[in-house]
Nanobody, 123 residues
Framework: QVQLIESGGSLVQAGDSLTLSCAASGRAFDRYTMGWFRQAPGKEREFVARISRSGGNTYYAGSVKGRFTISRDNAKNTVYLQMNGLKPEDTAVYYC????????????????WGQGTQVTVSS
């Protein structure tokens, strides 16, 4: 029903900025809470940020609060993650996900997932 495709991942240096995009195909993009998660090698997938259906509410993991900004453009069926002040510990595969009904940080609550995009931050 919904396909999500992340893009924008790259190899960057510590302190750099990078913007990830997630393009959604399918109807009613604005009915979904959208989230960003990440997974580093050997670690579990963890919550990064989420944004409400209209974009009026956002929530961030403490590790990225103040550095990352999630936004969405419902006219373009796209959600973004602006990452500033990147650190080596931000290195991970970043995934976007869509939640049909909730407002949750739990990955189990999200219904659709993209394939991920690699972000590597060198020190």
């Amino acid at each position: 029903q919904v396909q999500l495709i992340e893009s924008g991942g790259s190899l960057v240096q510590a302190g750099d900025s990078l913007t990830l995009s997630c393009a959604a195909s399918g109807r009613a993009f604005d009915r979904y809470t959208m989230g960003w998660f990440r997974q580093a090698p050997g670690k579990e997938r963890e919550f990064v940020a989420r944004i409400s259906r209209s974009g009026g509410n956002t929530y961030y993991a403490g590790s990225v609060k103040g550095r990352f900004t999630i936004s969405r453009d419902n006219a373009k069926n796209t959600v973004y993650l602006q990452m500033n002040g990147l650190k080596p510990e931000d290195t991970a595969v970043y995934y976007c996900a869509a939640d049909s009904y909730g407002w949750s940080s739990a990955k189990s609550q999200y219904d659709y997932w993209g394939q991920g995009t690699q972000v590597t931050v060198s020190s």
